[in-house]
């Protein structure tokens, strides 16, 4: 059975399971949580906090852009950040694009989650209006 499938998974789900694999590619799937393994109240004041986690894939790439542009309401403003928390405390300006949902294109999400690739930003904000 392929892993390709997005879990949006919440503080009242607690999920065991053992997966067996063909690839290792379909492992690390696309997993949104609400809350963060960090307590980051240090450093935002949204009231609204989820992490991302993936291992990526330009498949992983494009549920993660479906699932924004299906999940995104009128009015509403989603930032998606990549920073190390404590990697460098002065560092006061973080690279960011604003653009609107239906506009953001697969190449920031590169950007923001793949490692190997010679556009990424080891930190970035990608910050999305609707």
Not at 75 to 99: A, M
Not at 110 to 129: A, M, P, R, T
Request: charged residues 25%.
């Amino acid at each position: 059975m392929p892993i390709n499938q997005i879990h949006v998974v919440n503080e009242s789900t607690v999920s065991k399971s053992l997966q067996c694999v063909a690839n290792e590619d379909d492992l690390n799937e696309l997993v949104i949580k609400k809350d963060a393994y960090y307590d980051v109240s240090g450093y935002t004041s949204y009231p609204f906090i989820y992490e991302v986690n993936f291992i990526y894939s330009e498949l992983r790439a494009k549920q993660l852009l479906a699932y924004l542009k299906e999940n995104i309401k009128k009015g509403q403003i989603v930032e998606l950040w990549r920073v190390w928390i404590g990697h460098d405390e002065n560092e006061i300006k973080i690279p960011y694009t604003r653009c609107y949902y239906e506009e953001l294109p697969l190449n920031h999400l590169v950007q923001i989650y793949n490692w190997n690739d010679g556009k990424y930003k080891e930190q970035y904000c990608i910050v999305l209006e609707r």
